[in-house]
């Protein structure tokens, strides 16, 4: 090398690091009753998405703001140094975690308003109409829960104890049916969300929000989930304050009736939140031709699970399990709305046959591909089948994880239960007049879990149970069903 060539400080070279953008990790989607609350609508068609941006690379790294846990005996230290028996000690601690709840859930909506929706309205990132639909009836929630703070601040003594919950929540608890709508709101405001984020703006804006110290690295929709996951917390909240509770203290009778109130209005939430996720899906699903039409479908008023599932080739589905009937489709985009086409003839559940596949039963598809294929690859494989005359079907379908495939088959086998004993129940009240089954009230309704889970998406989901991807083989099934392997197996314990 000649010794006059000219060589670049290397600080200079290296700085250029800066310019790369960190990889993205997809977020552990949540796994939700509803198997899939947290709907994904990420597009890898728009890599400008992850495009760097400099200020976010240059600058230094902000510190985050964290939200320090209290306890009452450390905010109140008056109480503790007097002599309190132990259990009422944990009744004050689980009040006050109550009141110190409602002061951060008014703290974290009033934030989703003011750095979220406020600015990208006043900077015309959304349309008032998409904000409006996002955001929901976010704003009328606020009240409700400022008036619980402030009965349950003026109930607390000058020591910093509180001598009765129970009234305040009795009379305060009814308010909370006013959730349903946004509740019910949700999954449309996620999807429509999730569709957003394709464009730069906003995207740059959410980004810019999430590194920023107050969102304590929390994105927006983590934010307008936090009433639905307070609303589920009540029973548990309430519970632990009746724990603690004397069965001579007045409280307790009071308390056992507020966990009434809210598990009802809870399970009422639940099962018009089920039915509203119901609804949006069968709007969206595209039907090649007319013969797809299933009356099962439009009968449907509860989504039992759905998500992607893969086949044997690779292929992506997006799988949906209704009451009745199994829906398989493709995931694709319709007058800029992600839609679900067919992919083909529903399956009814009552003639679905289930069958638990073992790691590496499954041959992929392509001689070249089965032959260089590794382990994970042929892992978690379950198949359903279906005949009816001279329509068959065999799907070969593969979760994403161990988990996820035990929630399909859980959920699939619950599914043929229900019918089953609705079918049984109809014939018995047809021969011999009323007929209760002992075991359907010991099932728990499922509109209860689908609440519950649907955060906890996911997320974003979400854990909706976001599976893998489904999709058939034609010419196996043809070989399938010639030589009869698949109707040979079906789930013992259905």
């Known amino acids: 090398e000649p010794s006059n060539k000219r ?76 002599m309190l028996p132990s259990k009422e000690i944990k009744r004050q601690e689980a009040i006050f975690e109550l009141s110190q709840g409602e002061e951060d859930l008014i703290e974290d909506l009033k934030l989703a308003k003011k750095a979220y929706h406020d600015p990208m309205l006043k ?124 069965n001579d203290n007045p409280d307790q009778q009071h308390l056992e009736e507020a966990i009434n109130i809210i598990q009802g209005i809870v399970a009422e939430i639940n099962t018009k939140t089920g039915e509203s996720e119901c609804r949006y899906y069968k709007e969206r699903l595209l039907y090649l031709e007319e013969g797809q039409k299933d009356s099962l479908i439009d009968s449907s008023r509860v989504l039992c699970c759905h998500g992607e599932l893969k086949n044997n080739r690779g292929v992506k589905l997006h799988v949906f399990l209704f009451q009745e009937v199994l829906v398989i489709t493709r995931a694709v985009t319709h007058n800029e709305q992600l839609c679900y086409q067919l992919y083909r003839q529903p399956i009814p559940v009552k003639d679905l046959l289930l069958e638990d596949l073992q790691d590496g039963e499954v041959r992929l598809g392509g001689s070249l591909r089965g032959a260089f294929s590794n382990n994970e690859r042929i892992k978690n494989f379950f198949r359903v089948s279906f005949k009816n005359g001279s329509q068959s079907q065999t799907h070969s379908l593969q979760a994403n994880d161990t988990f996820n495939k035990q929630q399909w088959l859980n959920c699939i086998r619950q599914a043929k239960e229900t019918v089953q004993c609705a079918a049984g129940q109809a014939g018995v009240l047809d021969s011999e007049g009323p007929f209760l089954n002992p075991t359907s009230e010991n099932r728990e309704p499922q509109g209860e879990t689908k609440l519950e889970q649907m955060d906890q998406s996911d997320s974003e989901s979400d854990c909706s149970m976001d599976t893998s991807e489904v999709s058939l083989d034609c010419e196996r099934m043809e070989q399938t069903d010639s030589s009869g392997g698949n109707s040979r197996h079906i789930e013992s314990d259905v």
């Open 7 to 82: 060589v670049k400080p290397l600080s200079r070279v290296t700085s250029l690091a800066n310019l790369i953008p960190p990889v993205k990790t997809t977020p552990l989607k949540r796994f939700s009753q509803t198997l899939q609350r947290s709907i994904s609508f990420r597009s890898e068609s728009r890599p400008d998405i992850l495009t760097p941006r400099p200020w976010s690379r240059n600058a230094a790294p902000s510190s985050t703001k964290r939200r320090d846990s209290k306890l009452w005996s450390e905010t109140f230290d008056v109480c503790v140094n007097q």
């Open 123 to 246: 900077l015309s990132i959304m349309t008032e109409q998409e904000l409006n639909q996002i955001f929901g009836t976010l704003d009328s929630l606020i009240p409700l829960h400022e008036e619980l703070l402030s009965q349950l601040r003026d109930a607390r003594k000058p020591d910093g104890s509180t001598e009765h919950v129970g009234p305040i929540l009795v009379g305060w608890l009814p308010c909370l049916s006013s959730y349903d709508s946004y509740c019910s709101n949700q999954v449309a405001a996620k999807a429509l969300l999730d569709h957003k984020k394709q464009d730069h703006r906003v995207q740059d804006f959410l980004q810019r929000c999430l590194e920023s110290p107050f969102s304590r690295k929390l994105d927006l929709w983590n934010f307008l989930d936090i009433p639905r996951s307070r609303l589920v917390k009540y029973p548990l909240l309430l519970r632990e304050i009746l724990r603690h509770t004397p």
